[in-house]
T-cell receptor, first 111, second 112 residues
C-alpha cells in the first residue's frame, strides 16, 4: 500500500509553545519524507525533509524525526509564531517517485 | 528561474466544456506530477511523467482526463467534458531527482 496517515487534523497552540505533527506510512521501502507548508490560497512549499539514513534533522525552529522501524515520522515546531499558522502536509515517496501526501494538519497559532 | 508556472490561475467553465490546464517545468527538471486538491480528498496524485513519458496514470479519475508532455518543459492536463465534481485546485510539480517536488501556483477550476 501507499498510505500516509497524519495526525492531528487540526492543532491550536499558544504563541511560543511547540507544535508536533505525526505521520505513519505503510511501505517499508519508502526512503524520503518531505514536509510541506501550505498557506491559504498558496502552493505547498517544502520546509524540511529527511532521508531514511538519518533519524533526525533540524533547521532553526523546525525539526523532523524518523523511526523507520515503526514507520513513523514527526514534525516539531518550537517557539511557534503567528506566521507558522498554515496547513502542513507530510509525504512519503513510494516506488522511488510516487509522492503520497497525508491529509494535512491545520495549525493555528494563537497570539 | 521563475519556478513552476501554471496557467490559467483561475478557470470557470460550464459543464460539458473542454478545459485545458498548462504547466511549465523548472528548467532542467525531468519529473512532472499533476495533483488535484479538494477539501474532501486532500492532495491526490493524478499522473507522473519522467523524461516526458507517463509512468503512472493510475490516479487519473476517468477517461475524461488526459495529460500530455509534448516536450521536456511543458505539460497539459485536459478534461473533456468537464463536470461540476471536477471543481478543485490543480497543481503541477516538477523535480530533478524525483525527490524534492516544487509546486506551481495552482489552477483553481470551477465547473458550473
Amino acid at each position: 500500500g501507499e498510505n500516509v496517515e497524519q495526525h492531528p487534523s487540526t492543532l491550536s497552540v499558544q504563541e511560543g509553545d511547540s507544535a508536533v505533527i505525526k505521520c505513519t506510512y505503510s511501505d517499508s521501502a519508502s526512503n524520503y519524507f518531505p514536509w510541506y507548508k501550505q498557506e491559504l490560497g498558496k502552493r505547498p512549499q517544502l520546509i524540511i525533509d529527511i532521508r531514511s539514513n538519518v533519524g533526525e534533522k533540524k533547521d532553526q525552529r523546525i525539526a523532523v524525526t524518523l523511526n523507520k522501524t515503526a514507520k513513523h515520522f514527526s514534525l516539531h515546531i518550537t517557539e511557534t509564531q503567528p506566521e507558522d499558522s498554515a496547513v502542513y502536509f507530510c509525504a512519503a515517496f513510494f516506488n522511488d517517485y510516487k509522492l503520497s501526501f497525508g491529509a494535512g494538519t491545520t495549525v493555528t497559532v494563537r497570539a | 528561474d521563475a519556478g513552476v508556472i501554471q496557467s490559467p490561475r483561475h478557470e470557470v467553465t460550464e459543464m460539458g466544456q473542454e478545459v485545458t490546464l498548462r504547466c511549465k517545468l523548472i528548467s532542467g527538471h525531468n519529473s512532472l506530477f499533476w495533483y488535484r486538491q479538494t477539501m474532501m480528498r486532500g492532495l491526490e496524485l493524478l499522473i507522473y511523467f519522467n523524461n516526458n513519458v507517463p509512468i503512472d496514470d493510475s490516479g487519473m479519475p476517468e477517461d475524461r482526463f488526459s495529460a500530455k508532455m509534448p516536450n521536456a518543459s511543458f505539460s497539459t492536463l485536459k478534461i473533456q467534458p468537464s463536470e461540476p465534481r471536477d471543481s478543485a485546485v490543480y497543481f503541477c510539480a516538477s523535480s530533478l531527482t524525483g525527490y524534492e517536488a516544487f509546486f506551481g501556483q495552482g489552477t483553481r477550476l470551477t465547473v458550473v
